[in-house]
């Protein structure tokens, strides 16, 4: 078996070396592309397979190379870190028999994988569930859904300690001479700065009048914004960006939360309850205690959208309160609400008529609406039917939380 494998790889890689794409249809290529993808992620398991077995016999010595992670990133041309990441899991396959019959299919590649088996490693009895979402949805998906299992499967005490001893930050630099970084913050400090960025850089983007017709990549203008934010510029123009706490009103007064009763930070995750008040001391925060009654009697036909309907928006649909995404393509920051039913139209400034887009979103929302003959002969001035306000920004000064 293993003298068939290796004379047929040899055969493809010798056929690839004459490939010319010019020599093909476009439906040709087409097909090319999804069936040389799958052969790749097939190769890249069964590789990192035998990598895993000649590192436990210690046949990677024998290449040279003391450090088993070390020899496999040389042989894919991949980092220490990724190599490592995918021997872990393939470690993991043992405990996820249907994983590693649709690694070795193709079907998966090995950073989804990755979060497959670190997710039953952690949870017991997901892989089924995990390798659905792999296969219709693909890895973003499957990594929120890692997420969500993790932390429904841990508790909020549990979760807080990880997150304490998870955080850092290094930089580097890179071939250019830029300063590159990476991190991780827990959520209570994470989730407000990730915040002050994106409101700093959407200022940016609105106020920016490129001569030559081109906006910057909005990327660009976020590591502006994140300069800004760090200098203090960024404050002097931005309304203070508050942390939005959702808890049970009985865990809140009880001091713990039993099974079923929410305390999380929007878009962060669960929390205790005991950090829940220790953050509402803060400026930066909104706490908003419910007992699980929906909001829904807020509505006028003005284009301002009051602050306790802003909350409600914020928090996401009840019972999970699980914040505010966009509606098209699901993204959690950078939002604008947008009126379903445009004001042009009268449309309702409420709850049910509301919803949150990304920039890009609603400005084809807006489009769309335009073209339907919803905003009138004429544009309107902002045409982000809500106006310039994103989701999740309201000044708050700290006040005592209300029952």
Same mark, same amino acid.
């Given at each position: &078996?293993?003298?068939?494998?290796?004379?047929?790889?040899?055969?493809?890689?010798?056929?690839?070396?004459?490939?010319?794409?010019?020599?093909?249809?476009?439906?040709?290529?087409?097909?090319?592309?999804?069936?040389?993808?799958?052969?790749?992620?097939?190769?890249?398991?069964?590789?990192? &397979?035998?990598?895993? /077995?000649?590192?436990?016999?210690?046949?990677? %010595?024998?290449?040279?190379?003391?450090?088993?992670?070390?020899?496999?990133?040389?042989?894919?041309?991949?980092?220490?870190?990724?190599?490592?990441?995918?021997?872990?899991?393939?470690?993991?396959?043992?405990?996820?028999?249907?994983?590693?019959?649709?690694?070795?299919?193709?079907?998966?590649?090995?950073?989804?994988?990755?979060?497959?088996?670190?997710? %039953? $490693?952690?949870?017991?009895?997901?892989?089924?569930? &995990?390798?659905?979402?792999?296969?219709?949805?693909?890895?973003?998906? #499957? !990594?929120?859904?890692?997420?969500?299992?993790?932390?429904?499967? =841990?508790?909020?005490?549990?979760?807080?300690?990880?997150?304490?001893?998870?955080?850092?930050?290094?930089?580097?630099?890179?071939?250019?001479? &830029?300063?590159?970084?990476?991190?991780?913050?827990?959520?209570?400090?994470?989730?407000?700065?990730?915040? !002050?960025?994106?409101?700093?850089?959407?200022?940016?983007?609105?106020?920016?009048?490129?001569?030559?017709?081109?906006?910057?990549?909005?990327?660009? #203008?976020?590591?502006?914004?994140?300069?800004?934010?760090?200098?203090?510029? *960024?404050? /002097?123009?931005?309304?203070?960006?508050?942390?939005?706490?959702?808890?049970?009103?009985?865990?809140?007064?009880?001091?713990?939360?039993?099974?079923?009763?929410?305390?999380?930070?929007?878009? *962060?995750?669960?929390?205790?309850?005991?950090?829940?008040?220790? #953050?509402? %001391?803060?400026?930066?925060?909104?706490?908003?205690?419910?007992?699980?009654?929906?909001?829904?009697?807020?509505?006028?036909?003005?284009?301002?959208?009051?602050? %306790?309907?802003?909350?409600?928006?914020?928090?996401?649909?009840?019972?999970?309160?699980?914040?505010?995404?966009?509606?098209?393509?699901?993204?959690?920051?950078?939002?604008?609400?947008?009126?379903?039913?445009?004001?042009?139209?009268?449309?309702?400034?409420?709850?049910?008529?509301?919803?949150? !887009?990304?920039?890009?979103?609603?400005?084809?929302? =807006?489009?769309?609406?335009?073209?339907?003959? #919803?905003?009138?002969?004429?544009?309107?001035?902002?045409?982000? *039917?809500? *106006?310039?306000?994103?989701?999740?920004?309201?000044?708050?000064?700290?006040?005592?939380? $209300?029952?």
């Amino acid at each position: &078996m293993s003298i068939l494998i290796l004379t047929t790889a040899s055969s493809l890689r010798s056929q690839l070396a004459s490939f010319d794409a010019g020599q093909f249809t476009g439906t040709d290529c087409a097909r090319l592309a999804e069936e040389l993808a799958a052969t790749e992620k097939a190769c890249a398991a069964a590789r990192i &397979m035998a990598a895993s /077995r000649a590192i436990a016999r210690g046949a990677h %010595e024998g290449r040279g190379f003391r450090d088993g992670p070390a020899w496999v990133a040389r042989q894919g041309g991949a980092t220490t870190s990724q190599a490592r990441q995918a021997l872990e899991a393939a470690s993991g396959l043992g405990a996820c028999p249907e994983t590693r019959t649709a690694l070795l299919a193709g079907e998966l590649s090995w950073a989804e994988a990755s979060e497959i088996t670190k997710t %039953e $490693q952690d949870v017991p009895g997901t892989e089924a569930a &995990m390798l659905g979402t792999a296969r219709e949805a693909g890895l973003g998906a #499957l !990594r929120d859904k890692a997420r969500e299992q993790r932390l429904a499967g =841990t508790s909020a005490d549990e979760l807080h300690r990880q997150q304490q001893r998870a955080r850092h930050f290094r930089h580097w630099r890179d071939r250019l001479g &830029m300063v590159r970084f990476v991190g991780a913050l827990p959520p209570a400090t994470g989730v407000p700065l990730v915040r !002050r960025i994106e409101l700093a850089a959407q200022r940016l983007r609105r106020d920016a009048t490129p001569g030559d017709g081109q906006r910057e990549p909005f990327d660009a #203008l976020t590591a502006d914004a994140l300069v800004a934010v760090a200098s203090g510029d *960024g404050e /002097r123009r931005s309304p203070r960006v508050e942390l939005v706490v959702v808890c049970d009103i009985n865990a809140w007064r009880r001091g713990h939360a039993h099974p079923g009763e929410v305390c999380h930070i929007v878009d *962060g995750g669960p929390v205790p309850v005991q950090v829940a008040k220790e #953050l509402a %001391e803060d400026a930066f925060l909104k706490a908003v205690l419910h007992d699980g009654v929906a909001v829904h009697t807020i509505k006028h036909f003005g284009r301002h959208i009051p602050t %306790e309907l802003r909350t409600a928006l914020d928090l996401g649909p009840a019972p999970t309160f699980a914040g505010a995404q966009c509606a098209d393509c699901g993204r959690r920051f950078g939002l604008e609400y947008d009126h379903v039913d445009p004001v042009a139209n009268h449309g309702p400034t409420s709850l049910a008529n509301l919803q949150p !887009r990304c920039w890009p979103d609603h400005q084809a929302k =807006t489009e769309r609406d335009r073209q339907a003959g #919803l905003l009138g002969p004429d544009p309107p001035r902002h045409p982000t *039917g809500s *106006g310039r306000r994103q989701a999740g920004v309201a000044r708050a000064r700290p006040s005592p939380p $209300q029952s």
